[in-house]
């Protein structure tokens, strides 16, 4: 069965510094790897992917996150947190052939003036 | 239009009413789902279409009742609901095929609140 885990509940960072939101995963066979930004009474909106190629994938607003095979994470950062970035963020996950994602729970972050 | 509508964005009912959400998708995908956000919850999959056919039901309460009528509609319907079913519903739609990597695009949502 596929999972997938953040550890953190919630993620604090002054603004201007750099964010991590942490992401382990566990799926059959190469994974493709999402993340999300919820932001208050919204939908999900895709923030980024990783299907194949290089370990560094860049996405929107900023974000990038890293692809380690052997630790099976896939942590979302942003060198410079910005306030705007508070939101929630949610990591997905499939493994090869199946097309339905497996969410984590989800990770408050909240960016401080 | 945006990709993935939804309507109502919020809806107040009674135990005892008969309601539905709607979602349309204008991106042409032949895949979608409705999830459950609740409270301090994991986001639950409740159930999936593929070219409108019912491929998944999460062990969803009979209560819920969702209809496909072709690929760019689906409906949540609503009857007998519990106060414990208040939540942000979200429908969801995604191109699945050989090549294709299951990226969801996901509506706003429709805030229901059970009272």
């Known amino acids: 069965a596929q999972s997938v885990a953040q550890p953190e509940d919630q993620v604090n960072v002054a603004e201007g510094n750099p964010l991590t939101v942490k992401c382990t995963y566990s799926v059959s066979g190469n994974p493709y790897l999402f993340w999300y930004v919820q932001y208050p009474n919204r939908g999900l909106q895709f923030l980024l992917k990783?299907?194949?190629?290089?370990?560094l994938v860049k996405g929107s607003y900023g974000f990038e996150a890293e692809f380690n095979k052997s630790q099976t994470s896939f942590h979302l950062k942003k060198p410079s947190a910005l306030v705007s970035d508070s939101a929630l963020y949610f990591c997905a996950a499939s493994g090869a052939g199946s097309y339905q994602l497996t969410f984590g729970k989800g990770t408050k972050l909240s960016v401080i003036p | 239009e945006t990709g993935v509508t939804q309507t109502p964005r919020h809806l107040v009912m009674g135990m005892t009413n008969k309601k539905s959400l709607k979602c349309e998708q204008h991106l042409g995908h032949n895949a979608m789902y409705w999830y459950k956000q609740s409270a301090k919850k994991p986001l639950e999959l409740m159930f999936v279409?593929?070219?409108?056919?019912?491929?998944e039901n999460n062990s969803v309460p009979s209560r819920f009742s969702p209809e496909c009528p072709n690929s760019s509609h689906l409906f949540l319907h609503l009857h007998t609901l519990q106060p414990e079913d208040s939540a942000l519903y979200l429908c969801a739609s995604s191109q699945v095929g050989s090549g294709d990597t299951g990226e969801l695009f996901f509506g706003e949502g429709s805030r229901l609140t059970v009272l």
């Open positions: 279409y593929n070219f409108k056919e019912q491929t």
């Open positions: 990783y299907i194949t190629g290089d370990n």
